[in-house]
């Protein structure tokens, strides 16, 4: 027998699915949970947004919006964990659309489905890699005497310049076996983990002011440049800081044909990547935010770290102490670390989806996408998308408005994505749906609708204005951004797809053969 063959649950029902095993299955359910975990990265989204959450809202919006976001975030990984159990495939999301939607509507399911997931995740690592990119900019900045005081800012080229050195590094780390990938994300969701906790309570100990209790419970900031005055529509706007954050633990739907029992495991993963997430969070908000005492100081885009606003807390709080802002300089590079892993799991993830879609004939030149090389690495599928994401990154040197309108993909792409199969599960499969060994039971439907419900609501809620009045350089592109996505998959679909596109097919036997 193969590789796993004798006990292994998922190798079976990836069988009865209608796919052979191509990639070697070496991952344990701490492994599956690291990749996720590593790819949510509270120490990535929280402290790239942490200006946002700071600029609307201030604590009570990240304190109380991180909880809320997490809760309906549990939600959505609750169904799409179920759902994975009984379709533990690497095709992931656009696969359970096609199962649940039925044969009549399969195929066009898993076309805007796969879509909508793939740029979400190519778009995710553009935005994780960007973000690690201005934050290298960032440390040399203070590391070279600040804004003010002459340190070196690097222009848009250097920091693209920087992308792209990222980039490679990650692809090539993710040309390595499976085996080595596994070890390479268990110690990155070690040091998130480390990292959090070594930040939370440093940074307050350190701090030679600190906010009061009231401060951080109740403290709500309605203070900013860009005319919102609501208080209402400013603590939604602060809601992107965490929702931002819980994105990526699809991470583990993705890496079920690698891991061990896959249908028991991947689900495994996505929830405890979720939930962990969720506590550890919320641990790093508290901590961070006893040190914040001045708002404005922090946002002002005149100070010495620019307006990167974590940036400028920790400089602050070593340089009151000390006398130098070194010590907040070695934390930031903390951060980068845990930035970098991100971005490496979130390449990965990307990979498999890309070989997965490819597999099923829904990518341009597919044979070449889904190749694997002697270590059953998709090598093509690997490099490939970490191009893609450095073109897509290469929109910030016209604008860094059209950047962030091709990043806030990264957002509502995803969770559209994430919600279309949780959609059909409800609803056209509501009776047929056959559950695996995770399973929600009879509050299956509910806990469905309530994730669609969310995901439904911040599509409208991160689509409206974030600054007033509207300009070319103030309107948020959201909309723009997944319509001109939503067009162009469907075009895609009227005028070709559907003339050749079947939705997943098998490669056992014939490979024609609808699954």
Known sequence: ??????????HARLHELGYKQELKRDLSVLSNFAFSFSVVSVLTGLNTLMGTGLNFGGPVSYVYGWLIAGAFTLFVGMSMAEICSS???????????????????????SWITGWFNIVGQWAVTTSVDYSLAQLVQVIILLSTGGLNGGGYQASKYVVIALHAVILLLHALLNSLPISWLSFIGQLAAAWNVLGVFLLMILIPMVATERASAKFVFTNFNTVNEDGINNKLYIFVLGLLMSQYTLTGYDASAH?????????????????????????????????????????????????????YAIAQIFYDVFKSRYGSGVGGIVCLGVIAVAVFFC???????????AYAFSRDGAMPYSSFWHKVNKHEVPLNAVWTSAFIAFCMALTSLGSLVAFQAMTSIATIGLYIAYALPILFRVTLARKSFTPGPFNLGSYGIVVGWVAVFWVALISVLFSLPVAYPITDQTL?????AVGGLVILVVTSWIFSARHWFKGPITNIGNSSEEA
Request: no cysteine; hydrophobic share 35%.
């Open 1 to 10: 027998m193969g590789y796993g063959e004798e006990i292994d649950s998922g």
């Open 87 to 109: 379709y533990p495939t690497s095709g992931g999301l656009y696969y359970w659309s096609a199962k649940l939607a039925g044969p009549s509507w399969a195929p066009f399911a």
């Open 255 to 307: 890496m079920t044909e690698e891991t061990k029992d896959a249908d028991k495991n991947g689900p495994k993963g996505i929830v405890s990547a979720i939930g962990i997430s969720i506590l550890a969070g919320w641990a790093y908000i508290l901590g961070i935010t006893f040190a914040v005492t001045d708002i404005p100081h922090l946002v002002n885009k005149n100070n010495d770290s620019g307006g």
């Open 343 to 353: 971005g490496m799991s979130s390449l990965t993830s990307n990979s498999r989806m």
């Open 476 to 480: 948020n592109y959201t909309p723009v």
